[in-house]
């Protein structure tokens, strides 16, 4: 009878989850969730593992969780650019799209194993740039381009084409488009 308690608890739990998560436009953290709730950073890991099993997706950001909502109503430009550049390089690349209007989405790349390997990103400004490379610095890990020799590719968000086609040009003068 215990075990079937916890067994409820656990789906009014997830359930919570996907209320909350659907309740918010903006990443919200494992560990705000678990405050919440009043359980585990772990417990909320393992319970948004069990949501995307079941078909929600789910999407992991640095900043923390957000559920992939439908896009059609999103009347922004999308599209993909190849970008090559050393570590270094990676926050005045950054920089570059957003001051011209992008929202960073993403990063891809092209795993000789593994395939395509996405890290969702969705910096929109300065600030969230700052916060991503202080997050790398201090978790003193890679960045995925690392594993692909530099070459990766990003999702941009903006308003219009031209904007799109502003950014992927200042990125090509700064020596940062994959050029083959």
């Given at each position: 009878?215990?075990?079937?308690?916890?067994?409820?608890?656990?789906?009014?739990?997830?359930?919570?989850?996907?209320?909350?998560?659907?309740?918010t436009h903006i990443p919200i953290s494992a560990t705000t969730i678990a405050n919440q709730l009043k359980v585990s950073r772990q417990i909320i890991v393992g319970d948004v593992a069990l949501l995307r099993a079941a078909g929600y997706e789910i999407n992991a950001t640095p900043k923390g969780y957000l559920l992939n909502e439908n896009t059609s109503n999103d009347t922004r430009f999308s599209g993909k650019i190849a970008c090559h550049h050393a570590p270094e390089n990676t926050k005045k690349e950054l920089y570059l799209i957003v001051d011209h209007g992008g929202e960073i989405v993403d990063v891809i790349i092209e795993h000789p194993i593994y395939g395509e390997l996405v890290g969702r990103l969705n910096l929109t400004s300065r600030y969230d740039v700052d916060e991503f490379m202080e997050k790398v610095t201090e978790s003193h890990v890679e960045l995925l381009s690392s594993l692909t020799e530099g070459v990766h590719l990003h999702t941009i968000a903006c308003k219009d084409k031209n904007t799109f086609k502003q950014i992927k040009k200042s990125l090509t003068e700064a020596g940062f488009c994959y050029q083959n």
């Open positions: 009878m215990m075990e079937r308690r916890a067994a409820m608890k656990a789906t009014d739990r997830r359930k919570t989850i996907i209320q909350i998560l659907t309740n």
